[in-house]
T-cell receptor
Framework: NAGVTQTPKFQVLKTGQSMTLQCAQD?????MSWYRQDPGMGLRLIHY???????DQGEVPNGYNVSRSTTEDFPLRLLSAAPSQTSVYFC????????????FGSGTRLTVV | DQQVKQNSPSLSVQEGRISILNCDYT??????FLWYKKYPAEGPTFLIS?????DKNEDGRFTVFLNKSAKHLSLHIVPSQPGDSAVYFC??????????????FGKGTLLTVNP
């Protein structure tokens, strides 16, 4: 059971480039989310999905797109990378119910130069 | 405006003693609270949670207390062990029945347990 898998682990982009951060889970979880972690800021929600075909914006959605065509995958697209998007990105998934928190991936460290 | 606040960026305790990590929230709609633990270069891992209908939840060495009137929760670790050294995040959700898909996190507290 792999849990939540994020690729790549590290990435350096030039300003203006686009890329997709991949996230896959094999736990048949309905809920998936993307968070970013910046120094002194905790984790902030970018986008989330409550099921295949359903996505919504979180706290800091600008500059990012998501789609959820399958239960397993929830990619995060950076449309035109900016230095302000330098961060560590975490994907997470969860099943319904109040007793369980999210399962997080190990993160993607992105640097935009 | 930060809705979940962890006002202590760091905490240092001796092995075997109690660690108390605090969290305050401002949103009265929050009805479910979670604590996550994070080691460097890893994703956060779920530790313990509590519903707003309870005031205490216990799991082994970890206990979470909730004071709704004060909008305050705390995580107690007894006894503390060096392996507990990590960043601890408090998180909350207003799921309206407990759906936990939209979490608001605090900034985290770095706990260091000294041997």
């Amino acid at each position: 059971n792999a849990g939540v898998t994020q690729t790549p682990k590290f990435q350096v982009l030039k300003t203006g480039q686009s890329m997709t951060l991949q996230c896959a889970q094999d736990m048949n979880h309905e809920y998936m989310s993307w968070y970013r972690q910046d120094p002194g800021m905790g984790l902030r929600l970018i986008h989330y999905s409550v099921g295949a075909g359903i996505t919504d914006q979180g706290e800091v959605p600008n500059g990012y797109n998501v789609s959820r065509s399958t239960t397993e995958d929830f990619p995060l697209r950076l449309l035109s990378a900016a230095p302000s998007q330098t961060s560590v990105y975490f994907c997470a998934s969860s099943r319904t119910g109040t007793a369980y928190g999210y399962t997080f991936g190990s993160g993607t460290r992105l640097t935009v130069v | 405006d930060q809705q979940v606040k962890q006002n202590s960026p760091s905490l240092s305790v001796q092995e075997g003693r109690i660690s108390i990590l605090n969290c305050d929230y401002t949103n009265s709609m929050f009805d479910y609270f979670l604590w996550y633990k994070k080691y460097p270069a890893e994703g956060p891992t779920f530790l313990i949670s509590i519903s707003s209908i309870k005031d205490k939840n216990e799991d082994g060495r970890f206990t979470v207390f909730l004071n709704k009137s004060a909008k305050h929760l705390s995580l107690h670790i007894v006894p503390s062990q060096p392996g507990d050294s990590a960043v601890y995040f408090c998180a909350a959700t207003a799921g309206g029945g407990g759906s936990n898909y939209k979490l608001t996190f605090g900034k985290g507290t770095l706990l260091t347990v000294n041997p």
